[in-house]
């Protein structure tokens, strides 16, 4: 969608991996949002860690998306888990 590539992979103990690859040669980085659908998450509540730096953590809820900054030719990893609230 619009230059950017998103990937996902299931992991052990209800994580999924997702990654987002901007591919856009413009050089501006892109700003995105994504709902659970989006992402094909089927749980009603997410903990996405940046897995990279294991220290970013976001909440996404169905009635939360994930908002995201990917950079020019970058890529942002989480491990998303699933949370039972």
Do not use: C
């Not at 996902?8 to 994580?15: E, G």
């Amino acid at each position: 969608q619009n230059g950017i590539q998103i990937w996902s992979r299931d992991l052990s103990f209800n994580r999924t991996a997702v990654a987002f690859l901007n591919e856009n040669s413009d050089g501006m980085p892109r700003f995105l949002s994504f709902s659970l659908v989006d992402l094909k998450l089927t749980s009603s509540t997410y903990n996405f860690t940046e897995a990279f730096d294991m220290k970013t953590n976001i909440l996404v809820t169905r009635q939360r998306p994930l908002k995201i900054k990917v950079n020019p030719h970058g890529i942002n990893l989480y491990i998303a888990k699933e949370m039972h609230l």
